[in-house]
């Protein structure tokens, strides 16, 4: 009878506290100074965190709510044709779960459906990642990030990606996390991941949908990652050449014009040939296939075996360069720093010399390395290709601008005393170059192997790390301190 009681008065509680909900914090935004307002919004985002990860538990307790005992049978009346094409099931919820959910949050179907099948992927797949938007500490459009690429992964697997990942996925933006999460899936789970990709090849389609924009729409195919690299690196050479010539256009107008055109008049042989230059990142184990550990190209993860297949195909496992295009071979420490690049003649010539202080003998002297500072403004040939391919995109924290499109930019202004060395540069897109240069009270600071810091003129610093670099390894915790000799205790005892 207490047990009913208290359970009368818990319902009871809850259901004043569902009437009565807790008055929302909001301070006198003109009163604060532009450090607490930098806070507040940092507090600010912790909550919608939170509140993230509160309706993921409301709408799994929705569901639980929701069972499927009273679904019609298959073969019964009112049955679900196989004709139809539902939205996917949750396991042991109503079919028509999410039809209730959409009107409770007054959204679409697909959005319902979506919200859905994202607070199942936290329970089932990420708890941890769950855990973190509850706490505050990992915001909703991350942890969406890794609900993206791991949903539909073996949960085991999804939750080996998510322990390796979540330390390090506030400092990444939401395509350089979905990116890294990829990767680690790629490496755990190899011969899965190919087999999806097969799959995926098969589904694969060309599609069309609605933009935003009025009178525009977007077409979109789903190709293998190197195939995409390829079609977009031609695109986008394409429409840089018509900029090169004089067309005032915006250049994604351009690559949008290039495009239609070389699907609607592929006879058109009056275009320049061009070649597409394809970065592949790779360590020497993958190539080799003694490792499954996943390579790029153009930024775009993909398997060791589409690694093997592509640089088959461009001879690279001769090796030799593709005619028309270019091989940069990145030389790295153990922990993924950028140490030297070099083209293929460059090390060909370097492995017939030798060192030049021995007259080519094996002394160990080192003939790569990193590019020497040029006592000018302009970066050398060697140090572009040294800065581009350390960085790989813009540096900016919240940036992943491809590389194609940055600038070699002098940390400590030139102008300022700043010299032109590869510590003293870093990839900036033309956006952020111009914040950096003309946007007050802003710092930039970079360490001698490419960790970027930047603070904001609040306060609030944020620090990116080249793509190559692993972070590193986590403090252990001091051990516990010994417990104290009650005997040695002073007096009075």
């Not at 094409?85 to 028509?96: A, H, N, Q, R, T």
């Not at 030049?356 to 403004?377: I, T």
Request: hydrophobic content about 40%; proline content about 9%.
């Amino acid at each position: 009878m207490e047990e009913v009681a208290g359970s009368l008065v818990e319902r009871a509680l809850a259901g004043w506290l569902v009437e009565r909900p807790a008055p929302f914090r909001r301070l006198p935004v003109a009163l604060l100074s532009r450090e607490q307002k930098a806070a507040e919004l940092q507090r600010l985002q912790a909550l919608k965190a939170r509140t993230a990860a509160y309706e993921a538990e409301l709408i799994l307790g929705l569901a639980d709510d929701s069972p499927d005992d009273d679904d019609p049978a298959p073969g019964t009346p009112g049955a679900r044709a196989r004709s139809w094409k539902p939205d996917p099931e949750l396991p042991g919820v109503s079919e028509f779960f999410t039809a209730e959910l959409a009107m409770v949050l007054n959204c679409g179907r697909l959005s319902a459906s979506q919200r859905a099948h994202r607070a199942w992927t936290y329970r089932t797949h990420l708890p941890a990642t769950w855990a973190a938007m509850s706490a505050g500490e990992l915001d909703e459009v991350r942890a969406m990030a890794l609900v993206d690429v791991l949903q539909h992964t073996d949960p085991a697997v999804a939750r080996a990606v998510e322990s390796r990942v979540l330390p390090e996925a506030s400092q990444l933006n939401g395509g350089k996390l979905k990116k890294r999460v990829l990767e680690l899936l790629l490496e755990l789970d190899a011969e899965a991941a190919d087999r999806r990709r097969a799959q995926a090849r098969r589904r694969s389609d060309v599609r069309i949908y609605p933009s935003p924009q009025e009178g525009m729409a977007t077409i979109a195919a789903d190709l293998p990652a190197d195939v995409a690299a390829a079609c977009h690196a031609l695109v986008d050479e394409l429409a840089r050449m018509l900029k090169a010539d004089g067309d005032g256009r915006p250049i994604g107008e351009l690559r949008t014009a290039v495009f239609a055109d070389l699907l609607q008049r592929p006879w058109d042989e009056s275009r320049p040939p061009v070649t597409a230059h394809l970065q592949i990142i790779a360590t020497l184990a993958s190539l080799a296939g003694r490792s499954d550990e996943a390579g790029e190209v153009n930024g775009l993860p993909i398997t060791a075996a589409q690694l093997r297949e592509l640089l088959e195909q461009l001879d690279a496992l001769g090796v030799r360069t593709p005619e028309g295009g270019s091989v940069t071979l990145a030389l790295a420490d153990e922990d993924g720093t950028l140490r030297a690049t070099s083209t293929l003649d460059q090390l060909r010539r370097l492995a017939r010399r030798g060192c030049p202080e021995h007259s080519g003998a094996d002394c160990g002297c080192a003939v790569l390395d990193r590019p020497e500072q040029v006592d000018r403004y302009e970066p050398s040939t060697a140090q572009h290709r040294f800065v581009r391919t350390r960085d790989r995109t813009c540096r900016f924290p919240t940036c992943g601008q491809r590389v194609g499109w940055a600038d070699a930019d002098h940390v400590v202004p030139h102008a300022h005393g700043g010299v032109t060395d590869c510590a003293n540069l870093c990839c900036l897109c033309r956006s952020h170059h111009r914040l950096k240069t003309f946007a007050r009270g802003w710092g930039f600071r970079m360490s001698p192997d490419g960790v970027l810091t930047v603070t904001t003129p609040s306060g609030i610093t944020r620090t990116t790390r080249p793509p190559g670099m692993r972070p590193p390894p986590p403090t252990p915790d001091p051990p516990p301190a010994e417990p104290e000799d009650p005997d040695d205790d002073p007096p009075p005892f």
